[in-house]
């Protein structure tokens, strides 16, 4: 079955720490990996599409990186304004398959 | 440039009743999804409209359905309501089908009383 999990759930992170969010995905004939940053009450924001392994793309504080199973989105030095839900959603047969997302709250 | 707008921005209804959801998608957009986003359970693909025809379906009874207007706009149209409709219907938009980003609109708070 295809799967897209995103780990972990939810990260409270001091202002100025940077780590790290997975999505790891059980998908064959992956055609293509998608960011997207969601706040409360809004819908997604796009922020990355990553098409092949070992692809990079980058964004103010945001990275993405893709490998054959997992992408991750690496963020540094992060900022209070960068709080909200990050989802990870990949392309398959004429649909996207969403993860559940990581809830990321960073303190001042 | 105008990104993709949904109305209501909220809906209530009754269970058993109808409900109609509307899109516009971004000017140039041929393709609208929806999805389904209820609490605790993520973003659920509904359908996919491109060049007014019906491409795919997810996993959601008959009583889903929509359709595609020849400016490309869409409604999703929900029959015989019940309460595990409450949620939050997204509608977003990219230029054509396939592996492109898709933009999203604030969605459509639906709730079922």
């Known amino acids: 079955e295809d799967q897209v999990t995103q780990s972990p759930e939810a990260l409270r992170l001091q202002e100025g720490e940077s780590s790290s969010l997975n999505c790891s995905y059980t998908?064959?004939?992956?055609?293509?990996l998608f960011w997207y940053r969601q706040d409360p009450g809004k819908g997604p924001e796009f922020l990355f599409t990553?098409?092949?392994a070992g692809e990079e793309k980058e964004k103010e504080r945001l990275k993405a990186t893709l490998t054959k199973k997992e992408s991750f989105l690496h963020i540094t030095a992060p900022k209070p304004e960068d709080s909200a839900t990050y989802l990870c959603?990949?392309?398959?047969?004429?649909?996207?398959?969403f993860g559940k997302g990581t809830r990321l709250h960073i303190l001042p | 440039e105008a990104g993709v707008t949904q109305s209501p921005t909220h809906l209530i209804k009754t269970r058993g009743q109808q409900a109609t959801l509307r899109c516009s998608p971004i000017s140039g957009h041929t393709s609208v999804y929806w999805y389904q986003q209820a609490l605790g359970l993520g973003l659920q693909f509904l359908l996919w409209y491109d060049e007014g025809e019906e491409r795919n379906r997810g996993n959601f009874p008959p009583r889903f359905s929509g359709r595609q207007f020849p400016n490309y706009s869409s409604e999703l149209n929900v029959n015989a309501l019940e309460l595990e409709d409450s949620a939050l219907y997204l509608c977003a938009s990219s230029p054509w089908g396939g592996a492109q980003p898709q933009h999203f609109g604030d969605g459509t708070r639906l709730s079922i009383l």
């Open positions: 998908v064959s004939g992956l055609r293509g």
């Open positions: 990553l098409y092949s």
């Open positions: 959603a990949v392309f398959k047969d004429d649909k996207i398959i």
